[in-house]
């Protein structure tokens, strides 16, 4: 939900449509995964976590489950359990998730294409916002994919799914009011993390959002990424990037803005050497380069996300996540090379389909890695 509050009549139509969900999917009758899945998200965001996690592990309980729901139940069954700050046993699910995927029917629907960002009135959004954060002393710069795009190709990735602006915690509280005076709407998290905060544009289809970042001791570098209170520090997705944050002022079309100094140099922290070459797939959550370690949180998104794509029928995706993980973190992942194989299997097979161009092109790349 974009705003801060429910308006009482709108709750109030929530509260019914979960209730009717839930009275549904006890009564053991047939519902689609699209209703499973509004009914997950309405529960979250009605803080019914307990409630949604209770109704998971029992149906997945009932002797009579069907393999094709058993991955939806395991996946919602983690996400409750994120939400309960429970995040060992929610990235267990998960992973349970990805181990029923292997043996549930396979449904495959292409990912369409986004283009989020190509509007250029998002852009103009972007310089505003920053002029007007500068303005206001507020040192915030691109970041992430925002600041990817503006430096390897001189424009915002259309493809990206927000802007992304960095800035240290301290300055959380400024920008805050500096934002939703210029009619940014505060997007209510279902998961709270202590150093984002997002927002929607008032007017165009985007997300706005605000990186926190802290010095480390000594001021040689700079601590970002997720963490939220209430979980020990060795869960929390940490990211490691070179500091001190080096800021220089820039002309934009907004106006005075601040930029980093070097680029290039935080781009490489975050993408690695090869920040420069095209990506389409890569996930900077659990792919990060500066990610300190693989902890609860980065394990919970990545076995998350990889259930996600696979339950949307996004094999590619599924697949490239996977072999991420692989890759970075976990080589010798038994479970996560079994999905591999799976899905690179499924694709094969779609390959051999004459009308599967995109998916023939993505199993021949998975066949020589």
Request: hydrophobic share 45%.
């Amino acid at each position: 939900m974009a705003n801060e509050a429910f308006l009482p009549s709108s709750l109030q139509r929530m509260q019914e449509q979960f209730a009717g969900l839930t009275t549904r999917l006890r009564s053991g009758g047939h519902v689609p995964p699209g209703d499973i899945r509004e009914w997950c998200q309405l529960g979250l965001e009605l803080r019914h976590e307990a409630a949604v996690r209770q109704v998971c592990e029992a149906l997945l309980a009932a002797p009579d489950v069907h393999s094709a729901l058993r991955p939806y139940w395991l996946f919602f069954l983690g996400t409750a359990m994120l939400h309960e700050r429970r995040v060992e046993a929610g990235a267990q699910a998960e992973r349970e998730a990805l181990a029923a995927l292997c043996e549930a029917p396979l449904v495959y629907n292409p990912q369409p294409a986004r283009r989020c960002l190509a509007d250029p009135q998002v852009e103009a959004a972007l310089w505003q916002a920053l002029a007007r954060l500068a303005a206001a002393g507020v040192r915030a710069f691109a970041h992430a994919g925002t600041l990817l795009g503006l430096v390897r190709e001189g424009r915002l990735l259309p493809g990206d799914k927000d802007l992304d602006l960095g800035l240290m915690v301290h300055d959380l509280p400024v920008a805050h009011a500096v934002l939703t005076g210029e009619g940014w709407q505060p997007v209510r998290q279902l998961f709270a993390i202590d150093n984002l905060a997002s927002y929607r544009h008032p007017r165009l289809d985007v997300v706005l959002d605000l990186c926190g970042l802290v010095a480390e001791p000594g001021g040689a570098s700079l601590l970002g990424g997720f963490w939220t209170g209430g979980m020990p520090a060795a869960h929390q997705r940490l990211t490691r990037f070179p500091g001190p944050l080096g800021l220089v002022p820039r002309a934009s079309p907004a106006g005075a803005i601040w930029a980093l100094e070097d680029p290039g140099r935080w781009l490489e922290a975050f993408y690695g050497k090869a920040w420069r070459t095209p990506d389409p797939l890569f996930d900077t959550i659990i792919g990060a380069h500066n990610l300190i370690g693989f902890s609860a949180l980065t394990q919970w998104y990545a076995y998350s996300r990889i259930a996600n794509a696979w339950l949307n029928g996004y094999w590619e995706k599924a697949w490239r996540l996977t072999q991420l993980v692989l890759d970075r973190h976990t080589p010798d992942d038994a479970l996560l090379r079994r999905v591999a194989q799976t899905l690179q299997a499924a694709l094969r097979s779609r390959a051999a389909s004459p009308t599967s161009v995109a998916s023939a092109a993505l199993a021949a790349s998975a066949a020589g890695s």
